[in-house]
């Protein structure tokens, strides 16, 4: 299993983003968000995409040199058009659309459609939190609709519908939520698959409605089963909120929601930015979240935890590790992404 420094993947990715026909700078948009996600622990959405995406792009199915457009505006809201984009490039020209007008008129919606996959959804209300801004998003996968169960549903008829949500701490980093509605991101299947290990009790179904922790019954060759909607018992909540990021991600985005059969897959995003000043005076802000930080900490912990962590916390400390340690990628991943660059005219023998 080979190991980069997180800059040796990038610098791989640029070259294989750059060949596929993107602009350097559309490249780096998209290569440093998957390279961040593996840096924050989350391998499914990071260079395992490199080959699917370019994949993608060799099949016509995404533009390397679409250009994002503004289709309707008024001063706080925003729809915003990626004439299929890559995900990071429509993702980042809508965020940054959205902090723009929160910055100027306190609060912003934006919603995007025709981009592709975004990858991890958190990481666009981290760029308004970088700027001191609260970023909220719900994401739905406009018509895809055969991962997740409904509440009680033996059939999947939902995606895993992600939210995030992430807040500015004063001098750390922020609160971080980015979490899908199911149980877990359907990637992380596929990282299973590919690793050969089976999944946990809990997150699946097969083709009939049974449990399996079989990842090749839920997305491999077996009969296709599906993840369950995030809650266990009360799993009616995370079917509640996925329901929630249909309808503002997918309706409000004009990408579509989980109905009929799906025209091209791709994330219906919608985008809120707080402008924290319109709402509270900044010091007034800081002192409750970091009151409020310290009292859930002051919780003690149960047997088999060490302390409360906040959320986003795990991916921050990841990082901080995988920076030094090296970012692993599996060998069925390395040798996709070698047998794409070989497509595209490149010998990844030199990246080795
Ligand atoms: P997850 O379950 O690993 O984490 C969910 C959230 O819980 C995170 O905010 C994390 O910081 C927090 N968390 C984890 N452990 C914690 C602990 N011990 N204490 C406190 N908080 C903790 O993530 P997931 O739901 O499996 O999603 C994985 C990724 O997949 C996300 O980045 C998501 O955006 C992405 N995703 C994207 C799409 C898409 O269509 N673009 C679809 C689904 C998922």
């Keep these: 299993m080979p190991i980069f420094t997180p800059n040796k993947l990038k610098q791989i990715g640029y070259q294989l983003f750059e060949a596929t026909g993107c602009s350097p700078e559309n490249a780096k948009a998209v290569v440093d968000h998957l390279v961040e996600s593996n840096l924050f622990g989350h391998d499914s959405h990071g260079a395992i995409r490199f080959y699917e995406y370019a994949q993608a792009i060799q099949d016509g199915r995404f533009d390397p040199k679409a250009v994002p457009e503004i289709v309707k505006e008024h001063p706080c809201t925003a729809v915003v058009d990626a004439h299929n984009a ?17 910055r100027t008129h306190g609060v912003s919606v934006v919603t995007l459609r025709n981009t592709s996959h975004i990858g991890r959804v958190g990481a666009y209300p981290l760029m308004a939190a970088r700027e001191g ?5 719900f994401v739905n996968a406009g018509r895809e609709g055969r991962k997740v169960t409904p509440f009680g549903g033996r059939d ?10 992430s807040a500015p701490r004063e001098n750390t980093d922020p609160i971080l939520l980015d979490m899908t509605t199911s149980v877990v991101a359907d990637g992380k299947v596929r990282v299973a698959i590919n690793q050969g290990n089976p999944i946990p009790e809990g997150w699946a179904v097969d083709s009939e409605g049974n449990p399996t922790t079989d990842p090749n019954r839920v997305r491999g060759d ?12 009360v799993a009616h909540k995370g079917f509640g909120l996925s329901l929630a ?26 985008l809120t930015v ?9 010091a007034d802000y800081y002192k409750e ?3 409020l930080s310290a ?7 149960i047997d088999g935890f060490n302390e409360i962590l906040l959320p986003g916390e795990p991916e921050f400390r990841c990082a901080k590790q995988r920076t030094q340690d090296g970012i692993a990628v599996d060998d069925t991943t390395w040798e996709r992404i070698c047998e794409a660059a070989k497509t595209f005219g490149i010998d990844p023998t030199a990246w080795t």
């Design 86 to 102: 890559l995900g990071q490039v429509g993702a980042t020209f809508a965020t940054n659309l959205a902090i723009e007008k929160a």
């Design 133 to 137: 801004f609260i970023g909220l998003i």
């Design 156 to 165: 999947a008829r939902l995606s895993t519908n992600p939210i995030g949500f």
């Design 222 to 233: 077996a009969p296709q089963g599906a993840l369950l909607p995030m809650g266990g018992v």
């Design 245 to 270: 990021s249909e309808i503002l991600g997918g309706v409000l985005s004009g990408q579509g929601v989980a109905a009929n059969e799906p025209v091209m897959v791709s994330n219906g995003v919608h």
């Design 274 to 282: 707080y402008n924290i000043e319109h709402f509270t005076d900044l």
């Design 289 to 291: 979240v970091e009151a």
């Design 295 to 301: 009292h859930v900490k002051s919780s003690r912990p």
